[in-house]
């Protein structure tokens, strides 16, 4: 399991012009069945998104991917987490 952070960047006023192209790449990651949670990091410091069934290499790709991080609007740092243990309603992130 993957956490992707992404902070705002000293061109966080672009967003505005990347942010339908960044709500589409979000939306084809949960569609992949790679993205689980996406939401914003407060205060309005960027955003955060859980993600699984991926390789860390696949999804550096696919962060890059993102028109807010090719446009230098975020910077994404990716952490991998290898669940130890869950609450039984996340069992499936235990595979």
Known sequence: MF????????NKD??????EGHKDWIKRGFDDGVFLLS???QPNL???IVAHNTSLPDLQSRVNED???????????????????TDDRLDFLNG
Request: glycine content about 12%.
């Open 14 to 19: 672009q967003a505005g012009q990347f942010m």
């Open 3 to 10: 956490f992707v952070q992404l902070r705002f960047s000293s």
């Open 67 to 85: 028109p807010f991080v090719a446009q230098d609007v975020v910077r994404a740092e990716i952490l991998e987490l290898t669940p130890s243990r």
């Open 39 to 41: 939401g914003s990091l």
């Open 46 to 48: 960027g955003g955060g």
